[in-house]
């Protein structure tokens, strides 16, 4: 039984372990975010560079061990997250991925599944991120889930529909 544990903790770490330096940027890409968990939150000095600056709809955040901190932060109390990629734009070592993503959490939507669609921007310079930008709606990520706030956020949105 002890070497049926050993084993698989170590197939699990060459999983998340695997290096990412000789994958392309796309493959790097989708890599990276098919394997981050807070269990693999090593992964992101692996795929971001020193001095990256990372921007979402939160704020923004300039180096990797201040990203760690903010993944660590944010996935604190997530059950389970997934990427999806839907398409990717590259030019040179810029990319652009369209993504959605899939989020649980017992602090929003009552435990049941988010999905939000997304787009990043990540420019690399030798084999590391060193600009990535999220672009999603904050709204349907958190505002929408939370009482009274999401009410008063539908309100609005419904205001500004245009009938089909």
Do not use: C
């Amino acid at each position: 039984m002890k070497i049926i544990l050993l084993l698989g903790l170590l197939l699990s770490a060459t999983t998340w372990g695997q290096s990412m330096n000789n994958l392309g940027n796309k493959d790097k890409t989708l890599f990276f975010f098919q394997k981050l968990t807070k269990d693999t939150l090593p992964l992101i000095e692996e795929f971001y560079d020193a001095n990256v600056e990372f921007h979402d709809p939160v704020g923004t955040i300039k180096g990797a061990k201040k990203i760690t901190a903010y993944y660590e932060a944010m996935y604190k109390n997530v059950k389970s997250i997934r990427f999806d990629f839907s398409s990717f734009v590259e030019n040179g070592d810029d990319l652009v991925g369209v993504w959605k993503m899939t989020l649980e959490t017992e602090k929003l939507n009552g435990g049941r599944p988010i999905v939000v669609d997304g787009t990043s921007v990540i420019k690399f310079k030798n084999g590391k991120a060193i600009y990535h930008r999220d672009y999603f709606d904050m709204g349907a990520f958190v505002y929408e889930h939370i009482p009274v706030l999401g009410f008063l956020v539908k309100t609005v949105k419904d205001r500004f529909k245009v009938e089909e």
